[in-house]
């Protein structure tokens, strides 16, 4: 059970509130004997891999869900962008966002095509569509959105933008399986749309992604080129690589979809907790959801305006720590100063105000089913207590802070 001391927080020499670390991204999973049932299935049927019956159960299953013509299951995210981008004929430059996952430029790049990064809007943390039309040149070809937090692109201006401007447009919706725009479920937007279903992600196949889409052409293109570009047994019709989901995770798959509405009820429950445990904390707020719409409330995002709290994100982060509650801060630095893309574009951070100003500003807490109430309220006690004792906190982190910026 956590105990947060009310007059002492670790930082300031008191005991952890947490004895074992508290993680943000603990996998979701399904009923474990319905697991061990299909593993059997699996090993009995003895085929393992290669378009086997539960990947296309599961991509059935999902594109139902998601209501889209295809759902092509693959090994995971990132494999899929590079499929999807490839697929598409994506050349040149295509416009992307820093503000994420460095696997959405390296999809990219890995092919020799240019990231363009692109700021965000403050307000959804996703493309500026404005931005977006500013830097298209004579050798764009894409737009790549992210789906921040699950919550969504603005698909209607850059759908706008892209029939206009005769462009590409691929969403990376790592984030958003589950979720809906405008009371459409993510995965029909654009010219298609790939989820990640890594352990870390609401709904998990262990390993594992996809693409949707409602392009009946773009998904055959896709089923070939995961698959080595194998149209028969000897016959090859285009350039693939290995891109299979397989058996064992398409089992997991179907076991955790099975829960998937008592998964998301459980991070809508959590989202709300942490909203009440940190009501009235100056300076932090939660990221809201648009309660409108479908949301899976996967990433539990708070934004630190160091000003109003008189702590820095990095600061409360560190008082997180210490207590054992493993806070991420994702996506710092933002892709813009990563490698290779520093090098390639070191001035890339001029025209990503606002990118810049939110790597430093936001960090995630634990959620999802390994997350109870009581963690929830003891984890709002340790942000309120060090809001209150602001100028403590910061004098007692001063030289570690210092030491790692030196570094
Ligand atoms: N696009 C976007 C926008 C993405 O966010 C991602 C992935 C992708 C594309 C690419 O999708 P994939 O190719 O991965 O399908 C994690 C995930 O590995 C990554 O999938 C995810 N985004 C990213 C946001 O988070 P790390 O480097 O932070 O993972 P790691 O190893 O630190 O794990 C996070 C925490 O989760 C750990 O502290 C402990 C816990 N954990 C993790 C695993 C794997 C467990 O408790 N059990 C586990 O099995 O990237």
């Avoid at 090993?43 to 295809?70: C, M, T, Y």
């Avoid at 990064?117 to 004579?138: S, W």
């Avoid at 725009?181 to 992600?201: L, P, Q």
Wanted: net charge neutral; aromatic share 8%; charged share 25%.
């Amino acid at each position: 059970m956590p105990t947060v001391s009310s007059d002492n927080l670790a930082i300031f020499g008191g005991k952890a509130a947490f004895a074992e670390p508290l993680h943000v991204g603990r996998p979701n999973q399904g009923d474990r004997r319905r697991l061990f049932d299909r593993l059997g299935e699996m090993l009995d049927r003895n085929w393992l891999s290669n378009n086997g019956p539960f990947v296309q159960e599961l991509e059935q299953k999902i594109a139902e869900h998601v209501g889209v013509r295809h759902c092509v299951a693959m090994c995971n995210a990132t494999v899929a962008l590079e499929i999807a981008v490839r697929a598409l004929g994506l050349s040149g430059e295509v416009i992307v966002p820093s503000m994420t996952f460095v696997a959405t430029a390296h999809a990219l790049q890995w092919q020799r095509i240019t990231p363009v990064f692109c700021d965000i809007d403050p307000r959804t943390h996703t493309l500026d569509g404005a931005r977006v039309e500013e830097l298209i040149t004579p050798r764009t070809t894409g737009i790549l959105g992210v789906h921040l937090w699950g919550r969504p692109c603005e698909v209607e201006a850059l759908g706008d933008i892209a029939q206009r401007r005769g462009l590409r447009l691929l969403y990376d919706a790592a984030h958003a399986f589950s979720c809906s725009r405008g009371g459409r479920m993510i995965g029909g937007f654009g010219d298609a749309e790939v989820f990640s279903f890594h352990a870390t992600k609401f709904f998990n196949t262990l390993e594992g992604g996809a693409v949707a889409t409602n392009d009946d052409d773009l998904a055959r293109k896709i089923r070939l080129m995961k698959n080595f570009g194998f149209a028969g047994y000897d016959r090859v019709a285009c350039i693939g690589t290995n891109g299979k989901m397989n058996e064992a995770s398409a089992a997991f798959g179907l076991c955790t979809f099975e829960r998937l509405e008592e998964i998301r009820a459980i991070n809508r429950r959590n989202h709300s907790l942490y909203a009440e445990a940190l009501d009235g904390v100056p300076g932090v707020a939660l990221v809201a959801y648009d309660e409108r719409e479908r949301n899976n409330y996967q990433y539990v995002v708070l934004e630190v305006d160091k000003d109003a709290a008189g702590l820095s994100r990095d600061e409360l982060l560190a008082v997180l720590h210490a207590e054992n509650v493993l806070a991420r801060r994702y996506f710092y630095p933002g892709c813009h100063r990563m490698e290779p893309y520093r090098t390639y574009f070191p001035q890339a951070g001029l025209r990503l105000p606002e990118t810049e100003r939110l790597v430093n500003r936001v960090l995630q807490l634990p959620t999802g089913t390994s997350v109870g109430e009581e963690e929830i309220r003891a984890i709002g006690g340790i942000v309120r207590r060090a809001s209150a004792e602001a100028e403590r906190v910061r004098r007692v982190l001063a030289p570690a802070l210092s030491r790692r910026h030196a570094a």
